[in-house]
Each structure stands twice: as C-alpha cells, then as structure tokens.
C-alpha cells in the first residue's frame, strides 16, 4: 500500500477547558479532603469523649486517692460498656475506702478519748509516776512525781537532755535501795515498797516498780510518807509507853470487852477479855449519877479490892480510873 502526501494539517486547542476541568479537581480535593478533616476531628473528638476523658478523670482520681485520700468523690459512668465496668469498680472501691476509713477514723477518736481520759486519771493521782524506757530514761511523768522531784522540769542533766532515775535518786539513802531499785528497772522485775531518804532534807519516799508488759517499760509509784512515818514512829512511841507503864492499864469498849491491855496489866490481873472477869469486893455499877459525871468531868474513880493473880490470888486495893 502506498501513501500519497496531500498536504499539513494544523490543529488549534484552547487550554480555557482544560484550567477549567484543573480547577474543578482541585476544588473538588479540597472539599473532600475539609471534609475527610472535619469527619475526623468529629470522630476524634467522640473518641476523646468516649475513652480518653473518662481514663484521663479514672487517673486524676486515682491519684487524688493515692496522694491526699479523697475518697467521696465518684465518677459518673457514661456508657455501660468495659470501660463503664472499669468505672463502676472503680466507684465501688472508692465506697470500701471510705466506709473503712470511717471505721478508722472512729477507732482512733475512741483511742484518743482513752487516752485523753487515762492521762487525766494519771494526772489526778496524788502519788507520783515515772515511766522508764528500757535504756533508763524518764519517757513520762504526772503532776504529783513533778511536785516531788521538781528538778525534773530540768532538762539540762545530759547532753541530750534525757533524764535517768538516778539522776533524781542521786541525793537519797541508803545507797544498796537505790541500787536494788535500778537493777529491777534493769532486770524489768517488779520490786516491792521501799522506804528511801533524803540526804538533806530529810523527807521519805515509798517507792516501789512495777514491769510493764510488751514495750519493756517499768512503772515507778512514789509517794511522800514523811508526815504518815512520822506518825506511825509517834504512834509506835506511845504503844511502848504504854505497854511500859508501870500502871495497869486497859482499854475496854461499851460492852466492857478489852480492846488492849499493857503488860503490867497482865502480870498483875491475868490475860482477861471481859472487865467482868475482874473479881472485885464491890461491883462496879453504872448509875444514871455515875454515867452524868463521866460525861460531864471526863473522868471516873472507884477505890475498891481485887483479886490478884500474881499475889497467890489475894485482895489488894485498887483505884480504877475511867476515862472517855
């Protein structure tokens, strides 16, 4: 086949269509892609809110709860799927915590009313109390041990300012009851009252220590005795004379039973019970006159005879005294 040239063809476009249909893509990518954009600024937003805000609030929380121990704030479930039921365990725990910190809470105010009132009760004790730690030093005292031992408001008695027993014994006698006393605090064993003195001035302490169980702690009660010693040495003085009288001497209660009786009482009348026993010439008879002047002077006398047993049982004379 051959082929014959007949002449040039010129073909003239317009680039108008083909801007137009260019800008026509280009508007309509841009559309789809704002489009695609919001959609996903949509979907993301409903995934914040559906994931991200709730874990973000579960996690504040938590750390609310783990750092300052809020535990009455509750989160709200939005939707009752997995993260809801997270949710929910999360509040529940949340009632547990705080239900058992309310038990805690009223356990340690009922702690601290006791021992509110067990310090009041220590405080209001007339006797003093020392507690002594297991490395000898005071760890608590009441009003009345600081009224007996003022120096110890004084901290100045070591470096550390701790304070010892013997630091506020060191001034007593005699020294083997100091000693003996220290080794039981020692030794956490109970030691018996023991009278101790004071060098100077002379006051008497009862002391004694008592073991405190679980810490080791021993427990000192101190008491003043000074005035009741001195009664007691008194009261001993006047038993003796008494009992040293050469006079026979008795005391009888309304019933004429004998409370007590000296010794030359005894020797001369024998251990009687009963003034009656007495085997006298002429009955004692207590008349209306008799009983007035008792009561009224204080004072009664009888002379009579009596049986005495030391004299082979003869009749002396007597002059018996009563006195109220």
Known sequence: MSYHYLG?????????????????????????????????????????????????????????VIKKGVTHKRLDVLHPDELGMVTHCFNEMLDNLSYRDDLLTKAFQNLEDRNHYINQVLDSIEQGLLVISPSKEVTYYNPAAHLLFPEIGNQSHHIDGSLTPYDILHEFEPSTRINELLQHIEQHKRLLPVIIRHQVTGVRYQISSYP????????????????????????????????????????????????????????????????NQLVVRHPVKFSYRILKQLLIRGSFQIKSDVLCKSIRKKSIPYRLMISI
């Open 8 to 64: 040039n063809l010129t073909v003239w476009v317009s680039k108008d269509n083909i801007f137009k249909q260019r800008n026509q893509i280009i508007v309509i990518f841009l559309c789809t892609s704002l489009i695609l954009s919001i959609l996903a600024l949509f979907f993301a937003h409903g995934l914040h809110t559906l994931i991200a805000m709730p874990l973000s609030s579960l996690f504040h929380s938590m750390q609310s």
């Open 212 to 275: 405190i169980s679980g810490e080791q702690h021993s427990l000192l009660h101190i008491e003043d005795i000074t005035t009741r010693y001195a009664a007691e040495q008194r009261q001993r003085l006047a038993e003796t004379i008494f009992d040293q009288n050469p006079s026979s001497v008795v005391v009888i209660l309304r019933d004429m039973t004998v409370e007590t009786k000296n010794t030359a009482f005894i020797r001369y009348f024998g251990d009687i019970n009963k003034l």
